[in-house]
């Protein structure tokens, strides 16, 4: 069965801080992994990740994907209060044209003042 | 350029009655993807629709079914409902041969 694991499930830091969340996968017919923003209801696009190794990067937010261990992970240095949501990690795969996506259960990062 | 549209944004629905969920893709895109969300869970997936037919489905009752129609909006209809059917709905657009969906803000529906 397929499946997408985070962890950790919650994490509460102070501005400032620097944190990691993980990603570990197992599907068959592996596409893509992309990470998506969940504040109040819309998820909201955050990276596309596909080939091993390459660090994508958005102002303080980071990513990059392992295939041949299968996980990812999402880095926001110098977190700020507006950081505070639920990221949500999702695996795209399929056969021929387009795809679905399986998510993990998703890390509530609470960024306290 | 609009986003991802659905309506209504709240619903509540009695056992055993049948509720529809409309979606407006964001503009360009060709296919949409529905997605249920219970709280505390990721989404998961409950079919796609490209072309007006429905191309891959997940893990869900055929009381669960939807439409294309021919501007690319979509529809969900779910029948005979159950409490835990009390969820969000996610709608997602996006390209059939693209990469990433985008999503729209989601539809409450609760069951009572």
């Known amino acids: 069965e397929d499946k997408v694991v985070q962890s950790p499930l919650s994490l509460v830091v102070h501005e400032g801080d620097t944190v990691t969340l993980n990603c570990s996968y197992e599907?068959?017919?592996?596409?893509?992994l992309l990470w998506y923003k969940q504040e109040k209801k819309a998820p909201t696009f955050l990276f596309m990740l596909?080939?091993?190794?390459i660090e994508k990067k958005s102002g303080r937010l980071s990513s990059i994907l392992d295939k041949k261990e299968l996980f990812s992970i999402l880095n926001i240095t110098a977190t700020q209060t507006g950081d505070s949501a639920v990221y949500l990690c999702?695996?795209?795969?399929?056969?021929?044209?387009?795809?679905?996506?399986?998510f993990g259960k998703g890390t509530k990062l609470s960024v306290i003042p | 350029d609009a986003g991802v549209t659905q309506s209504p944004t709240h619903l509540i629905k009695t056992r055993g009655q049948q509720v529809t969920l409309r979606c407006s893709p964001k503009s360009g895109h060709d296919t949409v993807s529905w997605y249920q969300q219970a709280l505390g869970q990721g989404p998961q997936f409950i079919f796609q629709y490209y072309e007006e037919e429905e191309r891959q489905r997940g893990n869900f009752p055929d009381r669960f079914s939807g439409h294309q129609f021919p501007n690319y909006s979509s529809e969900l209809n779910v029948n005979a409902l159950l409490l835990g059917d009390s969820a969000l709905y996610l709608c997602?657009?996006?390209?059939?041969?693209?990469?990433?969906?985008?999503f729209g803000p989601g539809t409450r529906l609760t069951v009572t």
């Open positions: 999702a695996v795209a795969y399929s056969g021929a044209g387009s795809y679905q996506l399986t």
């Open positions: 997602a657009s996006s390209l059939y041969w693209g990469n990433e969906q985008y």
């Open positions: 599907v068959t017919n592996f596409r893509s």
């Open positions: 596909t080939s091993s190794g």
